[in-house]
């Protein structure tokens, strides 16, 4: 049996003990360019600003100041990199890092890291 990404996400919002603060699929997310292809990517969030999330995601090897950002909107990014969705739940303040489809650890708004490592399939 596949667990769904509707699982993983009530899972996370357990063993973090927030409440998820999801993205509207029309809202738009800053993504580095090389965060759409590399194998490790880190994101922060802000506070959104419509009709932006406050989100941006970078590839672990570039620093946000380093970055060429592009902007996908969620549906678009969701399409490509669906175990996102997972990290695109957090509250603001808040930061993940994903290894592929395995979303290995998140930071609070106060800096403490949360080992997590959920693996989400590909559907």
């Known amino acids: 049996m596949t667990t769904t990404i509707e699982q993983h996400i009530r899972d996370l919002s ?3 003990a927030i409440q998820p603060q999801p993205v509207g699929d029309e809202q738009y997310v800053r993504v580095s360019e090389r965060a759409t292809s590399a194998p490790s990517v880190v994101g ?4 959104d600003t419509d009709p932006f999330t406050g989100w941006i ?4 090897s570039e620093t946000p100041a380093q ?3 592009l902007v ?3 549906r678009e990014l969701l399409a490509e990199h669906p ?5 695109l739940q957090l509250p603001v303040g808040w930061a993940f890092r994903f290894v592929g489809n395995t979303l ?12 997590v490592r959920i693996s989400v399939d590909r559907a």
Do not use: I, M, N
């Not at 922060?44 to 506070?47: A, Q």
């Not at 995601?57 to 672990?60: G, I, S, Y």
């Open 83 to 87: 175990a996102w969705q997972l990290g």
């Open 67 to 69: 970055a060429r950002f």
């Open 14 to 16: 357990r063993r973090l």
């Open 44 to 47: 922060v969030r802000s506070p």
């Open 57 to 60: 995601v970078v590839a672990t």
């Open 104 to 115: 290995l650890d998140c930071v609070s708004e106060t800096g403490e890291t949360h080992d």
């Open 72 to 74: 996908y909107s969620v």
